[in-house]
């Protein structure tokens, strides 16, 4: 443990050097920040020694734990043979078997349409949407004769409203979260926005029982009208993670999945939160039985340890970037770090993990689990709307319960309730007025109870306090 004087330290140079990511930095100067020494499975400590629940995983990314032997293992081994050796014209051990791995995980999806058989490595879910943007924009530059040739003015994309892909200005450009991305508008490429699956505050002023998925029609519509100059929809399958774990209605991926078949648009699957198992199955499209075109992972690819994404894709598409060196049809992108090897190891070890714990199978107990929880969440005066798929959920506050007026943004709602929660020992954070549950995947059955219990508690507390 660190001393008094060492903790402060640490403090004062956290508070006048890091500058923290989504953070209003204003107001982090104002608490005590929270500094995080260690962890423990599914608990995280700090430096005074204080155990708190990770009911976010991390920001979505741990699924079996901290300090989980097996990853731990595996990285110590490849760290006695190289931390890092580029992907650019050579190869690697753990990226040539990361990639098999992955192949033969996602063969599956191929009951629906091409398998997923090539892989592009890089650092983080951004870069992986990334990689699919631009990846699609030059299938369609340089489209090979016997696929029909070339189809220049497809140089658009479709994204829906609320939607979250990264942070970098292409995914940016699809996103659809106005508190996050406004300010950026001036340097953003335009996209075809279709209307959010929002149904708790449906953007058509519908409701799920009468409307027959009227918004994936909408996205249909676009694809009718501006097929010629589109090349890809961009999509979170079954659920936006930052727009407020908005789950969409069933049948909604599908629907846009036909679209956009029936209109030689390409499809990508940005499961980064979603994918390995989250929804109960090990990919979010399985539920719906599509095969996208690309399929973006990142976040639990190493099991919540190192950074490293992939963007996978069909033959079809790959082979499109073949030809001799003088026709240019290289795809001319990569990073310093894709495929970094400690990455790949971390990831081979976490899928091993799967199989060894039979993780998908022990899943769906916990589910329930949270399902019962969902159920007394619904029944708190302030509580609007909650959301689960899996083992995450949403549980929307709102100022008023009839008229489902939200609280104020300035408020800081679903702040103030993970603040009480801290206090308790479970550490969350929330979007919005959304509080997330978002636990590692092998959360205990007593682990899980607690986490919704002190949740619970603090939205009571917070919310009928006057
Ligand atoms: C987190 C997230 C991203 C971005 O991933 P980073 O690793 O944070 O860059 C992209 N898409 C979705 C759906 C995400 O939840």
């Known amino acids: 443990m660190l001393s008094w004087e060492q903790k402060r330290q640490l403090q004062l140079w956290d508070l006048a050097h890091v500058w923290h990511p989504f953070t209003q930095m204003a107001q982090y100067a104002q608490t005590e920040p929270l500094i995080i020494a260690r962890a423990e499975g599914c608990w995280l400590e700090d430096v005074d020694g204080r155990r708190y629940l990770d009911g976010v995983a991390s920001i979505w990314c741990n699924l079996f734990g901290h300090r989980r032997a097996e990853i731990d293992q595996a990285i110590r081994e490849q760290l006695d043979q190289v931390a890092h050796s580029t992907l650019l014209g050579i190869s690697h051990v753990p990226a040539i078997r990361l990639a098999r791995k992955l192949v033969e995980l996602a063969a599956p999806l191929a009951r629906f349409g091409e398998p997923l058989t090539r892989v592009f490595f890089s650092d983080d879910g951004a ?70 699956p929002y149904c ?9 029982e009468s409307c027959v998925l009227d918004c994936a029609l909408a996205c249909e519509r676009i694809l009718d009208q501006h097929q010629e100059e589109i090349a890809a929809v961009v999509i979170e399958p079954l659920v936006q993670g930052a727009a407020g774990m908005i789950v969409a209605p069933e049948g909604f991926l599908r629907h846009v999945r036909e679209a956009t078949r029936r209109y030689d648009v390409l499809l990508i699957a940005d499961e980064v939160a979603v994918g390995l198992g989250r929804t109960g199955k090990m990919f979010a499209c399985e539920h719906e039985e599509v095969a996208p075109d690309f399929l ?45 090897p400690l990455g790949a190891a971390a990831a081979l070890a976490t899928l091993a993990l799967f199989e060894k714990e039979r993780i998908l199978e022990r899943l769906p107990e916990r589910i329930q689990q949270l399902a019962q929880w969902c159920e007394r969440f619904r029944q708190l005066s302030h509580v609007g709307d909650v959301r689960q798929k899996g083992l995450l959920a949403g549980i929307e506050l709102v100022r008023d319960k009839l008229t489902r007026e939200p609280y104020p943004y300035d408020w800081q709602m679903g702040q103030a309730v993970c603040r009480q929660a801290r206090e308790r020992g479970v550490l969350l954070r929330p979007l919005g007025n959304v509080l997330v549950i978002f636990p590692p995947l092998v959360i205990s059955a007593a682990e899980l109870d607690f986490l919704c219990d002190t949740l619970f508690n603090a939205i009571r507390e917070v919310t009928e306090r006057n």
């Open 127 to 196: 870069t992986a949407v990334e990689v699919a943007i631009k990846m699609a924009f030059q299938y369609w530059q340089q489209r090979p004769e016997d696929q029909g040739g070339p189809r220049p003015r497809k140089t658009k994309f479709v994204s829906f409203g609320g939607a979250y892909h990264g942070d970098t200005l292409g995914d940016v450009s699809v996103g659809g979260v106005e508190l996050f991305h406004r300010v950026f508008q001036p340097l953003l490429f335009e996209t075809y926005r279709a209307p959010q």
């Open 200 to 208: 708790y505050r449906c953007p058509l002023g519908l409701r799920r």
């Open 296 to 340: 973006c992972l990142a976040k639990g690819l190493t099991g919540g340890y190192l950074p490293l994404a992939v963007t996978m894709t069909t033959e079809r598409i790959y082979r499109a970037f073949l030809g001799t060196v003088a026709q240019r049809r290289t795809f001319f992108h990569g990073h310093t770090y894709s495929g970094n």
